[in-house]
Every structure is written in C-alpha cells, then in structure tokens.
C-alpha cells in the first residue's frame, strides 16, 4: 500500500478543521490513509514572525468571510468559535497519549474535538470537556487527564511539533504531505487529488 | 452583460502572473470581461504589517517551490526572475496611460509587461525596458516615457491602490471581485469558477 497522506493540522485552526472533513475521502480515492498529526502552531508564529491569521486586519475580516463559504461550498457545518484562539495544547497531548495506548480512538477522538469545538462551540482548551469527550468514545476520563500529563505524551507533541517546523518546513494548518510533496491549505484538496490522479507533474 | 470581474494584482507577484494566464479563459467561459486593475502591494503590506511572502523564512521557500508547481500543472512558462523583488510602479503608471490613451493595448501591454519579466527575466522596473515594451505594440516610447510621469496618472494609480486597499479591503495578488464577492490567490481560479456556474452558494 502506497504511503499515507502526512496531515499536519492545529485543532484551533479553521481551514484545518475544514481540510480535516475532506481528507480521509480524498486519500481512500487514491487508496491511501491519513496519518493525523495535530501540532501547535503557536511555535511557528514564533519562529516565522508571523500572527495568526485573524489576527491581521484585512486578511482576519477575509479569512472569517472565507472559513463560513468554504465550509458552505463543500455542505460543512461550521460555527465561529466564541472563545478564538485558544490553547489546543491538551487536545494535542490527548491525541498523543490514544495514538500510543488505545490508537483506534485517536482519529474519533481528533474528529469529535473538531466538531465540539467548530460545530458545538466548547471550550476544547478544557481538559475536562476533553476527557468528556474522551469518555463519550469509551475512554476512562481519569486514565485521559493522567495521561495527557504524562512526561513522554508532551515530549512526543515537542518532538512532532519541532519536527515539522524545523526538518520539514510547516508554517500553517493544513500542511499535507503526498510522498513527500508539500501542500498548505484547505484549498489545496482539490490539487492534491489532481497530483495523485496524475502522479505530479 | 454582466459585470467584469475586477482583477487587482501587482506587476512583481508571481501569482499574480499565474493567475493572469487563467483569468481571461475563465471570465470568457462565463460571459464576462475582465477589468485588469495593476497595483501596488508595497502600500498593503505597510497597512496590514506583513512582508512580500518571500521574505518569511519557511512561507518563502515553500512559495517559490509552489511557483512553479502552479506555473507547471497548468502548462505556464515561468522563471524566477534575478531581480526580485522590484518597483512595478512605472508598469502600473504605464498601464493607467494607456488606458487613458489607447486603451486597446492596456490588455496587451499587461501581458507583455508580466511575460517580460516571468518568462524573459527582463528588468521591469526600469521605464526604458517598459517603453520597448510598449513600442512593440506600437506605442510611440517617448509618448509614453513622457506619460508615466504626468501628474494625473499618478495620482490614478494612487487612487486605485487606495481605494483597492481601503474601501475593498484587497491585501494580496491576485484579488478578484465576482460580483462585489471576493477571492483571493491564483489557487482559488477553480473556486471561482464554482462560484461562476453554481451562482455562489
């Protein structure tokens, strides 16, 4: 089987939310999977100078106008969050800690996330609606706010995180990688699906 | 007929040139014309406190990979230009001109202005290289020299960027308006043409 696409997302990001629910159909298309990768994105700001995206004048007012017409186009519910951005660092380590323990709930558990925070607006930097949402999947809610402290859980989101900034170049939320080629953004599905019909170009 | 679409972009921008090569085939698919509105990003990126996308470390290096990629998967010539970035101010004062003057070769112009620099490499800043430019379509050179640098021309290109960045809230290249419906990028052209065949959504 051919390898799977590399998804590099921030679970506060809005065009990761939305690149998050087309994914998994565009890589089963082509016969692959989806390896999810959450990360902060918080450190590329850091070290790439730059802001989040609202958080720019012109760009913020066009990107909100954006994320709701994206969503439309592609039949997505989508709310803006009240509580815009926010720490996504506990949904990253609990991502971490099922992949590594009970890893047939760390895609749910990443989809349940998104949608309770783009869809049911909760407060998703709460370790507590974490766990709750955790344990809707069937997952013990102490054993999960014990294991998101867990020393190796935030060392492996370091790792991940360091990792895609410094070895392989991802600034924002969608990145994807396609054996190896890079592509950012939501609006970058429909290309990525012509890259694997056509082998690149 | 329906409105044209407004195609704001800026003689320096790589995609902006890209989306230049789509942009006529697909206003033509849709029974529209194109308003080409030459400006300058320069006054943006002040307003909105940002850098040409080439000066951030990561953003930039993934940008002139997806130059090119973008360039190639629609079979459009383009090279990096040695000069980059430059002044694009005179291209868009001899632009304004031309549309004052013998506004059948503003359209012309325009192409041959971005082919000079995307595909020949040619040093569009200076005004001698745009009046030969100009001359190949049968512009008189010292007609135009003499042009860019009337009073009411400037102020035409001053006005037009104003307006595009304050009133339109335009803060890249390209920036097309559908209908008062803004889009921005050469990736989002397909988008566009969605738009164009759904009647938005």
Redesign the interface.
């Known amino acids: 089987m051919a390898a799977p696409l590399e998804f590099y997302f921030d679970f506060g990001s809005p065009y990761g939310y939305i690149g998050a629910q087309r994914i998994e159909a565009l890589a089963s298309k082509h016969g692959r999977k989806v390896d999810w990768r959450p990360m902060l994105l918080g450190a590329?700001f850091k070290?790439?100078?730059?802001q989040p995206l609202v958080q720019?004048?012109?760009?913020g007012?066009?990107s909100t106008?954006?994320f709701n017409?994206s969503a439309?186009?592609h039949g997505i519910a989508f709310t803006m969050p009240t509580k815009f951005p926010l720490a996504t660092i506990a949904a990253c380590r609990g991502t971490y800690w099922l992949k590594a323990t009970d890893p047939d709930k760390s895609v749910p558990f990443i989809k349940a996330v998104y949608a309770a925070y783009f869809v049911e607006d909760r407060d998703i930097s709460s370790a507590e609606v974490l766990a709750e949402i955790a344990a809707r999947l069937g997952v013990d809610s102490k054993a999960f706010l014990a294991g998101i402290e867990q020393p190796e859980i935030k060392a492996r989101l370091r790792e991940v995180t360091e990792d895609a900034?410094q070895q392989r170049?991802?600034?924002?939320s969608p990145f994807t990688f396609v054996d190896g080629e890079?592509f950012?953004?939501a609006?970058?599905i429909?290309?990525i699906d012509?890259w694997l019909s056509r082998g690149g170009?």
Chains 1, 2 share one sequence.
């Open positions: 590329v070290s790439e100078g730059t720019y004048p012109m760009k007012k066009y106008h954006d017409r439309r186009e900034i170049g991802v600034f924002g890079p950012w953004g609006d970058r429909d290309q012509r170009w």
